[in-house]
């Protein structure tokens, strides 16, 4: 009887294999990872609606080879380095790092920021220098400090296309997605961009204590809330909406006492009074991706209150809110605390590739 019941269990096993394989052989080509829903991914609680552009709209099929791409090292020159490297589900997509590591153990001047909830960014990098995703995800490929030891642009981005061609998966992957096998380094882009807009965070104790949840955040998080909404601190002047971003620039003092300050967004405006801008990130998962600001310079969440507090860094571009708050020991550790209420779900379940095209 045990026999007849494991040959049944094994018959049903080959069986359910069989129908498996049969199944992605029919349907090769299309989405088979099952991250990447139809209609587009499941929007968490406290996030709003995704507009997807009308030049590159959704698909599964290209989310999911945006992220084969996404963690591939062979869009870099020397196949060592992949955008997850720098962008890992490990770190909440940052990597962790105070600045970054590229191609050679090169290290850049900036942090590399989270990849999640982008989709909600009205420019891309700490100065807004790309104006969609698109752009932004041609620019590490080529840069000489992160994917490519090609000094131009167009040869370093024919060189990623060129060794993306000799893969046949990748080759059928483009053409069931755009058509053709003649790809080119936008459709890469477009659909590293697609996936980049699939990874979400929302539904956090904060998003769960407004809809309702009164029991979703502790008491001191409910203070640190008030602190941080309050005429005071007014950290939602700039950290507001749904991601906790207005989009805008601001000059909050960071590395503004060195010598030769990254003056940020000035470099792409030229406007006097956009020295020692940065865009202001999103916070959600801000917990998650330590260290802190465009130089990685703040280890901690406290480290970054206690900037706050005292002021920031005086220099002549500081922004007018942020000036000394005197928060109490209380009102800082809140502060902290609701920080850690803004940790959220929507991109634990994308993960690295077990297997990439061959
Ligand atoms: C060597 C590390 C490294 C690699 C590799 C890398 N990035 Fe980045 N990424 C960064 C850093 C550093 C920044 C910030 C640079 C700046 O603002 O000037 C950044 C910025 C970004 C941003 C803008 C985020 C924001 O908040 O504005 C996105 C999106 C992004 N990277 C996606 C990608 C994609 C897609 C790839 C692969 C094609 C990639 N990155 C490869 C380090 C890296
Ligand atoms: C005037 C606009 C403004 C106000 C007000 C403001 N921020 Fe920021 N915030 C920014 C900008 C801009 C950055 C990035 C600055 C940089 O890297 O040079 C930033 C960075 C941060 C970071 C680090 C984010 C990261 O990914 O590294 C945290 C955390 C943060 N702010 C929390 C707060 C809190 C808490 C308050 C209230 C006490 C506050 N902010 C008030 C604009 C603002």
């Not at 989270?114 to 009205?122: C, K, P, T």
């Not at 002549?316 to 005197?326: E, F, N, Y």
């Amino acid at each position: 009887m045990r026999i007849h019941k494991k040959a049944l269990v094994l018959a049903t096993v080959g069986f359910a294999l069989a129908a498996t394989a049969a199944w992605y052989h029919a349907n090769a080509g299309t989405a088979t990872s099952g991250l990447f829903p139809k209609d587009g991914p499941k929007i968490p609680l406290g996030l709003v609606e995704i507009v997807w552009p009308e030049e590159n709209p959704y698909s599964a099929e290209k989310a999911e080879l945006g992220w084969l791409l996404f963690f591939d090292t062979r869009l870099s020159s020397d196949r060592s380095v992949s955008c997850a490297s720098c962008h890992a589900p490990a770190h909440a997509y940052a990597d962790g790092r105070p600045v970054s590591t590229g191609i050679k153990q090169q290290k850049g001047g900036r942090s590399a920021p989270s990849v999640i909830n982008r989709v909600y960014g009205a420019a891309q990098f700490w100065d807004g220098r790309a104006a969609s995703l698109e752009e932004q995800a041609k620019g590490p490929i080529a840069n000489p400090i992160e994917m490519t030891a090609e000094k131009d642009a167009g040869k370093a981005h024919a060189a990623c296309v060129d060794s993306l061609r000799e893969v046949k998966e990748y080759r059928r992957r483009f053409k069931a997605v755009f058509g053709t096998e003649e790809f080119t380094i936008d459709h890469v882009a477009m659909a590293i961009a697609t996936f980049e807009r699939t990874v979400l965070s929302g539904n956090s104790p904060y998003d769960k204590f407004k809809a309702g949840d009164k029991t979703a955040l502790t008491e001191s998080q409910q203070r640190g809330m008030n602190v941080f909404f309050s005429n005071n601190a007014r950290c939602d002047s700039c950290h507001d909406g749904a991601a906790f971003t207005t989009n805008q620039f601001a000059n909050i003092g960071v590395g503004m006492d060195k010598v030769n300050p990254d003056l940020g967004r000035y470099n792409v405006t030229k406007r006097d009074s956009d020295k020692g801008a940065f865009k202001t990130p999103g916070l959600r998962d801000i917990a998650r991706t330590a260290p802190y600001m465009h130089d990685g310079s703040l280890k901690t969440l406290e480290d970054v209150v206690e900037h706050y507090d005292k002021g920031g860094i005086k220099n002549q571009w500081l922004h007018q809110d942020v000036k000394p708050l005197k928060l109490s020991k209380q009102d800082k550790s809140d502060l902290v605390q609701f920080l850690h209420a803004l940790n959220g779900e929507g991109w634990q379940h994308i993960k690295a590739p077990t297997k990439l095209p061959k």
